[in-house]
């Protein structure tokens, strides 16, 4: 029980002020000036004033309150490394069951450092979710907060000011630990392709051991240096990127006897490879209608640089004029198809027939530069099937299909091939979903004879249209139609001309993007996105690696006509390896380098200097399978400053309580309070009447 007093007053207290005040006044006048019964009237005024006030007496019924403890268990990735996890779990175990055996506990178990978001596995925040399971609390109920952890904490406060109740650190882990690691101390993002990049990497040793490792160089995947770097120092490495879009430059070093972990002896860098300008040199025949439109297509990309090479004589016209002294300035045939030849990333010929302006020699030149790697296109028109055709020449040798010298002109729809509903180059091309298609008819084709690669467009009867083709390390297209400018034109509403022909020109140009056979893998957060692109019917399932060797089974689902796509919620931050058939990809998920795996050494000076400052202690958890050694929890006072010692932590008790009932009992009302006032009144009416 609880016993106190409080007041109920008849009247608001400025009123009983207004009445009190002058008489009580009067009162310590009359005692001053010594006239008789002032000591009467004194009396009967605090009579007075004691019944206006009406004392009551209040018995409270109360039920204490529980002091709140925090129990936060660090479950981040470097807690499996080594015997921690063992050690956090059973530690935690035993810390409940003992801060169960006190009453005046409410005990709120946390697990942090696994949560779905990205940010929440790369780093340790424990002291966010600490925050977070006593949002509810008031400071004085608050008894303190216990950490089982590595100490690796990457969200600590500077000070205790933030803290309610003392902070006790468990750390897991052996003091005598040992940890070798690299890292990018210097990475760009981007990068030219084919051209030397420069980054610098560091080797640590926790040991501060001296002397050198080795480094492995890797780039998407594939080994491309190996270096012996000093510990400790800053190390310069230059690399070439191989291909435009994301690389993954990775550095591998050896494990060392008695390392904790090697997670930590990798270290990634994702760089973006960007081209250089293409060079395409586009070689014009006789002028036609749609000349213009391969010249103005590729003049509007700011990533090529053409050199056009165009012919304004049609071979018909004879007036006896040196072939020499056609052009206003001497072109430079052979420096461009002999000495240069090899600096063009693509050559097209739009509608060129053979004539001497070309020694025939150069052709051998071409379809050698195609057998090593270059690229061709043909823009064909009705002199690709006539006697001056450049198939008629060594050309032939890099040529997929032979004219049949048949020029058909009927009007007719171009269409996608079932091969062309899967081709890079043509898949989901717009206005090819419907029947007819949504674009403007052609009304001219070349026949070809036993035709090699793909078609992947056709014309009327099933005739080939669009011919991609491999000729040894190169690319060979051929466009069977000189129509394309009616799309341009915007002939019947035009047509997608500007997506098709940009996507023939970079697929012959060895775009990554554009091949037929692709895999690739990204991380969006902790998910992982595979994409295949095929031409098969189906791609089966992919195999994934993950970053510690586990592999898991991830099926591949037809998105469109040959791209078939997988997603999966990763449970470990780093480098997954992604196998479909014959083709591998890698994807980094998470955030490069995470400061999870910066510093794995478990560690109590991290969460001392906040600890101590708030009265509470860090120390180190010993045991494992065999089971841990816990400090005696010991409840103190809610003011104690000091809440740790040797071999025990204290936890604050509250002195908070919850109200259940009042009983209230007056003081000065009924027959008492009367006859009290009645005899105050009396006495000073008889001490007045003598």
Partial sequence: ????????????????????????????????????????????????????????????????????????????????????????????????????AFDQFEVRMVEAGRGAAADERTETRLFGALSGALRDVPPSRVAGSILITDGQVHDTPANASGLSGPLHALVTGDEDERDRRIRFERAPRFGIVGQPMEMTYRVLDSAEETGATQVEVYVNGELALVDQAPIGQEIPLEIT??????????????????????????????????????????????????????????????????????????????????????????FPTRELFVEK??????????????????????????????????????????????????????????????????????????????????????RALDGSQAEPPQWSRWFRIIGIDRPEGQAV???????????????????????????????????????????????????????????????TAAGRGMTLEVTRQTMADEAGPATVTAPSGATREMPLVASEPGLFDGTMEADEIGLYQVRNGDLTALAHVGPINAPEFADTISTEEVLRPVAEESGGSVRRLSGGMTGVSLPNIVPVRANASV????????????????????????????????GLLLLAIGAMWYREGR
């Fill in 457 to 519: 467009m056709q014309g009327p009867d099933g005739r080939p249209l669009l011919l991609l083709a491999r000729e040894g390390e190169g690319r060979v297209g051929m466009f069977l139609s000189d129509q394309g400018w009616l799309w341009a034109r915007g002939y019947q509403g035009g047509g997608p001309y500007v997506s098709l022909y940009r996507r023939i020109a970079h697929w012959l140009m060895k775009e990554p993007e554009l091949e037929e056979e692709r895999l």
């Fill in 241 to 330: 990127l191989p291909t435009a879009g994301r690389n993954i430059v990775e550095l591998r070093i050896p494990v060392e006897e008695g390392e904790i972990t090697d997670t930590n002896n990798r270290a990634v860098a994702l760089v973006d490879g960007i081209r250089e300008n293409l060079r395409v040199l586009l070689v014009s025949g006789e002028p036609h209608s749609g000349e213009r439109t391969w010249r103005n297509l590729l003049k509007s990309d700011a990533s090529v640089d053409l050199v056009h090479f165009t012919i304004l004589r049609p071979p018909e016209k004879q007036d006896g004029t040196p072939i020499n002294e056609l052009s206003l300035i001497a």
């Fill in 1 to 100: 029980m609880n016993w106190s007093v409080s007041f109920e007053p008849l009247f608001s207290w400025p009123v009983l002020a207004a009445v009190l005040v002058p008489l009580a006044l009067l009162m310590v006048l009359s005692l001053f000036l010594g006239r008789r019964g002032a000591l009467l009237r004194l009396g009967a005024l605090a009579a007075l004033a004691l019944a206006l006030a009406n004392p009551v007496l209040l018995d409270e019924e109360r039920e204490p309150l529980k002091s709140v403890v925090a129990v936060v268990v660090d479950e981040s990735q470097s807690q499996d490394i080594g015997n921690r996890a063992e050690t956090t779990r059973q530690a935690a175990e035993a810390l409940s069951q003992r801060l169960q």
């Fill in 643 to 674: 809440a740790a010692g040797r071999d025990w932590i204290g936890l604050r008790t509250t002195n908070d309580s919850v109200l259940k009932s009042v009983r209230r009992v007056p003081l000065f009302a009924g027959f008492l309070g009367l």
């Fill in 341 to 426: 030849i090899n600096d063009f990333d693509l050559i097209i010929f739009d509608r060129y027939q053979h004539r001497d302006v070309l020694p025939i020699l150069y052709y051998d030149y071409i379809a050698e530069y195609v057998q090593n790697g270059g690229a061709l296109l043909i823009a064909a028109g009705p002199e690709f099937a006539g006697d001056q055709s450049i198939a008629r020449t060594p050309l032939i040798a890099a040529l997929p299909a032979l004219p049949t010298g048949e020029v058909m002109e009927t009007g007719f729809y171009p269409r996608l091939s079932e091969t062309g509903k899967r081709h890079p180059v043509t």
